[in-house]
């Protein structure tokens, strides 16, 4: 195994970029609705902390359109994507204005009003109980209070070596 030199941090980001390439993940679209208004992106860093009480992690780029809506919503909705909703992914994951965003799946509100996705595999409903600033991301501690699970059948999208695959 190749190591590098801890005193190029240019060279160890760039390795640490292709490190997190290898390492594969669930394709999520997080979502939010209330007095912030309506917003949702594309993630695959989510992640689960505990089962007492149900907690997931999500992280969310400080310097993104929708931190802020995020931020004083306080509340979201995890969806996990099956296979087939690269294009929705996508979509959630650029510069498209977010109505336009939400015009594109089947939009139920959870229990928070954060829009849950009525094809994911699972949507996890949460309050965003706490958050941690590191480096250029927020870390949202949340709190799950429902969960709506999709079809067992179902492939999921992860995301690996910078591409989409499905898995069952």
């Known amino acids: 195994m190749d190591r590098m030199p801890h005193d190029d941090l240019e060279t160890v980001r760039l390795a640490f970029r ?16 209330g007095p912030g ?35 004083r919503n306080r509340s979201l909705c995890v969806n996990t994507l099956a296979s087939g ?29 954060a829009p849950r996705l009525t094809d994911a595999i ?7 109980e706490s958050s941690v600033e590191s480096g250029t991301h927020r870390v949202l501690f949340c709190r799950v209070i429902d969960i709506a699970h999709g079809q067992e059948d179902d492939e999921a999208l992860v995301y690996f070596r910078r591409r989409y695959h499905r898995i069952r």
């Open 85 to 113: 909703r690269e294009a929705l992914s996508r979509l959630f994951g650029g510069s498209t204005p977010q109505q336009e965003r939400f015009a594109a799946g089947e939009w139920l509100p959870g229990k928070t009003g």
């Open 37 to 71: 208004g309506l917003a949702g992106f594309t993630a695959s860093a989510v992640c689960s902390v505990t089962d007492t009480p149900p907690t997931l992690i999500v992280c969310l780029n400080r310097s993104s359109s929708v931190a802020a809506i995020f931020d």
């Open 122 to 128: 699972v949507s996890f409903d949460c309050d965003v």
């Open 18 to 33: 292709e490190g997190m390439a290898k390492l594969a993940a669930a394709v999520s679209i997080v979502t939010t609705n």
